[in-house]
């Protein structure tokens, strides 16, 4: 596909509302994360697709995907999926996937009406890129939760090929977490870091340096268009917070997994990955974390608590908390 396409594709999956969270935790397994763009559940309608059981309270997925994608092979793949997780529905065809390609005229305001700022805490907001800074407070104030805080944190996002544009339950646990946890010049590792957010944050909120470890190189450029975004309102919050002009603290970004940390340590160490992709690498990457230092970890279902919190505590991990946001967990413990 050329640089700049004529058409985005996508793909459409039409399922009962009351599936829409496990249809999407399924779609977040088997999508490479450099693959995916987004998913929404208020989208631009294939006039193709026309749903076939109006009976049952349905709705439209629509899974946004990266310009180089091959969507039809894409969405082969996430009917296998879809199949062999859902049999029944499957059968019945109460689940279905269509491919479709969206024109480019469309795609720029459709990605860009998908996102709208969000109330993290009362000191943190995730804020769009394209939105002016006054506009998305008015509009946060304008929710009924009260006005922003005057000194609270916008983290601003230009959602790209990277996981973490701070709209996913995942994100949104792991920057509460840091909030909640995090010391002045702690040193952080952001392991599965995507977009650079939980960095950003970090350096917001006091720490000594960041470290963002991610798998996929197509993160680096959205990585580095978002530290350029954010770079004046760290400064503005580390200023608040120390009460003196404040710089960025150290901040890097490297592409790899345990082995790009190499012998470093860290006084917390934040994961938002999927509990299934980060299993076999909780041994080396608990390695990296000093004595007493902290895991914040963000990446599972609430049906996988246990088993994640049993995994923590065999390598030395105290739990010492836990979170939850709709399907997704959050399990925060200390290494002894």
């Given at each position: 596909?050329?640089?700049?396409?004529?058409?985005?594709?996508?793909?459409?999956?039409?399922?009962?509302?009351?599936?829409?969270?496990?249809?999407?935790?399924?779609?977040?397994?088997?999508?490479?994360?450099?693959?995916?763009?987004?998913?929404?559940?208020?989208?631009?309608?294939?006039?193709?697709?026309?749903?076939?059981?109006?009976?049952?309270?349905?709705?439209?997925?629509?899974?946004?995907?990266?310009?180089?994608?091959?969507?039809?092979?894409?969405?082969?793949?996430?009917?296998?999926?879809?199949?062999?997780?859902?049999?029944?529905?499957?059968?019945?065809?109460?689940?279905?996937?269509?491919?479709?390609?969206?024109?480019?005229?469309?795609?720029?305001?459709?990605?860009?009406?998908?996102?709208?700022?969000?109330?993290?805490?009362?000191?943190?907001?995730?804020?769009?890129?394209?939105?002016?800074?006054?506009?998305?407070?008015?509009?946060?104030?304008?929710?009924?939760?009260?006005?922003?805080?005057?000194?609270?944190?916008?983290?601003?996002?230009?959602?790209?090929?990277?996981?973490?544009?701070?709209?996913?339950?995942?994100?949104?646990?792991?920057?509460?977490?840091?909030?909640?946890?995090?010391?002045?010049?702690?040193?952080?590792?952001?392991?599965?870091?995507?977009?650079?957010?939980?960095?950003?944050?970090?350096?917001?909120?006091?720490?000594?340096?960041?470290?963002?470890?991610?798998?996929?190189?197509?993160?680096?450029?959205?990585?580095?268009?978002?530290?350029?975004?954010?770079?004046?309102?760290?400064?503005?919050?580390?200023?608040?917070?120390?009460?003196?002009?404040?710089?960025?603290?150290?901040?890097?970004?490297?592409?790899?997994?345990?082995?790009?940390?190499?012998?470093?340590?860290?006084?917390?160490?934040?994961?938002?990955?999927?509990?299934?992709?980060?299993?076999?690498?909780?041994?080396?990457?608990?390695?990296?974390?000093?004595?007493?230092?902290?895991?914040?970890?963000?990446?599972?279902?609430?049906?996988?608590?246990?088993?994640?919190?049993?995994?923590?505590?065999?390598?030395?991990?105290?739990?010492?908390?836990?979170?939850?946001?709709?399907e997704w967990g959050a399990l925060e413990g200390r290494k002894k």
């Amino acid at each position: 596909m050329s640089e700049n396409p004529t058409t985005w594709p996508a793909f459409f999956v039409q399922a009962p509302e009351a599936l829409f969270e496990e249809v999407e935790e399924t779609l977040l397994v088997e999508l490479d994360p450099g693959d995916l763009l987004g998913i929404s559940r208020e989208t631009w309608r294939d006039p193709r697709f026309e749903p076939t059981h109006r009976e049952i309270e349905t709705g439209i997925l629509a899974i946004y995907l990266a310009p180089e994608v091959d969507v039809e092979m894409c969405a082969h793949q996430i009917s296998n999926a879809l199949g062999a997780d859902f049999p029944d529905e499957w059968a019945q065809g109460l689940i279905e996937v269509r491919p479709s390609e969206i024109p480019d005229a469309d795609w720029a305001t459709l990605w860009r009406d998908y996102f709208k700022p969000l109330r993290i805490t009362e000191n943190l907001i995730v804020v769009p890129a394209w939105w002016p800074l006054e506009d998305a407070l008015n509009y946060l104030t304008g929710k009924n939760a009260g006005p922003v805080l005057p000194d609270a944190i916008p983290l601003f996002i230009q959602p790209g090929q990277a996981f973490g544009s701070g709209t996913h339950g995942t994100t949104q646990l792991a920057l509460r977490m840091l909030e909640r946890n995090l010391k002045p010049d702690h040193a952080v590792l952001d392991f599965g870091a995507g977009s650079g957010i939980l960095c950003f944050a970090a350096a917001a909120l006091g720490a000594g340096k960041t470290l963002g470890v991610e798998i996929d190189p197509v993160c680096v450029s959205n990585y580095e268009e978002n530290l350029e975004l954010n770079t004046q309102a760290i400064m503005r919050a580390r200023t608040v917070l120390t009460g003196c002009v404040a710089n960025l603290p150290a901040m890097d970004y490297r592409i790899g997994s345990t082995d790009a940390v190499g012998s470093e340590e860290f006084d917390v160490i934040v994961c938002n990955v999927l509990y299934s992709r980060i299993k076999d690498h909780l041994p080396a990457l608990l390695k990296c974390l000093r004595p007493g230092g902290l895991f914040l970890f963000s990446g599972f279902l609430i049906t996988e608590f246990a088993e994640a919190q049993a995994e923590l505590e065999l390598l030395g991990m105290t739990i010492y908390n836990q979170s939850s946001q709709d399907e997704w967990g959050a399990l925060e413990g200390r290494k002894k």
